[in-house]
């Protein structure tokens, strides 16, 4: 990831965890709620974005549902550089439904 580090990628990032990322830690989940409805949630993740941030909560949410995460292509925002491979694992995902 550092070798695509430039001026532009840093002050975005500056942005994002001075403006955008602190709302996220805050958000507080109802675990018995999402229990009760564990079969009808999909956790997927990007199949390159294991060790990254954020991957990490689908980690730990999988874990508390014991539920499985479903690896799709790429990172963290695998569908831009995979969109094809991308789509056909989220139809896979949600069981080849046609909306």
Request: with cysteine; hydrophobic share 40%; glycine share 10%.
């Amino acid at each position: 990831m550092l070798e695509h580090t430039n001026e532009y990628t840093l002050s975005n990032a500056a942005y994002w965890m001075e403006h955008e990322v602190r709302q996220y830690p805050r958000a507080e989940f109802d675990l018995t709620v999402l229990t009760a409805h564990a079969e009808q949630i999909v956790l997927a993740g990007g199949r390159d974005s294991h060790d990254q941030m954020t991957y990490q909560p689908n980690k730990i949410l999988a874990q508390q549902l014991g539920c499985d995460i479903i690896d799709f292509p790429g990172g963290h925002l695998g569908f831009l550089p995979y969109p094809a491979g991308f789509a056909a694992a989220l139809m896979n995902a949600l069981g080849g439904t046609s909306w």
